[in-house]
T-cell receptor, first 114, second 113 residues
Framework: DTAVSQTPKYLVTQMGNDKSIKCEQN?????MYWYKQDSKKFLKIMFS???????INETVPNRFSPKSPDKAHLNLHINSLELGDSAVYFC?????????????FGPGTRLLVL | AQSVTQPDIHITVSEGASLELRCNYS??????LFWYVQSPGQGLQLLLK??????LVQGIKGFEAEFKRSQSSFNLRKPSVHWSDAAEYFC???????????FGSGTRLLVRP
């Protein structure tokens, strides 16, 4: 069983469209994340949710809206897609124990905006 | 500001040779440090982590890393590289109680047969 799964794996779409990426974790973790990896492989956190509550919101255009229906899911909706949104988006989850936790990553969603 | 530097963009080693990948961090408090590996077209897999205690940590696939506070470093090592180790390696530091990972830019490892 995949611990952190994402759908779709690949997403090709036109500029201006709205798309969603889904993430699910079956690890029982209470915190989930979205990261963006650009074409130079640079990884940067976008959002973090703890028990369905937003705790990290980096400087991300408001076209990006995360939604957490429950602790096991964190979806990413992107409005009015732009060419610069092309990247690999990784979901991750963790269980905070005191101040220490390890993040486990999904396989990534490769988004290409044409 | 917190940052992670991986000074080597690419490293090429021969199969069976030893490996060291460098990582330096900038963080005012006690760091939580991680190494992840990303194989082509794949997600990130945790190799090892340092939270506290013994500064030499063992990970999966025969990797180890040593935390040196005086040098602000957390270098990754492997005594004998296998062809399957060819991948991109990322060092990361956890800040704000590890809710946020700050990643280095990655080092691509190429393995010569």
């Amino acid at each position: 069983d995949t611990a952190v799964s994402q759908t779709p794996k690949y997403l090709v779409t036109q500029m201006g469209n709205d798309k969603s990426i889904k993430c699910e974790q079956n690890l029982g973790h209470d915190t989930m994340y979205w990261y963006k990896q650009d074409s130079k492989k640079f990884l940067k956190i976008m959002f973090s949710y703890n028990n369905k509550e937003l705790i990290i919101n980096e400087t991300v255009p408001n076209r990006f809206s995360p939604k957490s229906p429950d602790k096991a899911h964190l979806n990413l909706h992107i409005n009015s897609l732009e060419l610069g949104d092309s990247a690999v988006y990784f979901c991750a989850s963790s269980q905070v124990k005191g101040l220490q936790e390890t993040q486990y990553f999904g396989p990534g969603t490769r988004l290409l905006v044409l | 500001a917190q940052s992670v530097t991986q000074p080597d963009i690419h490293i090429t080693v021969s199969e069976g040779a030893s490996l060291e990948l460098r990582c330096n961090y900038s963080y005012g408090a006690t760091p939580y440090l991680f190494w992840y590996v990303q194989s082509p077209g794949q997600g990130l897999q945790l190799l090892l982590k340092y939270f506290s205690g013994d500064t030499l940590v063992q990970g999966i696939k025969g990797f180890e890393a040593e935390f040196k506070r005086s040098q602000s470093s957390f270098n990754l090592r492997k005594p004998s590289v296998h062809w399957s180790d060819a991948a991109e390696y990322f060092c990361a530091v956890g800040v704000d109680s590890s809710y946020k990972l700050i990643f280095g830019s990655g080092t691509r490892l190429l393995v010569r047969p």
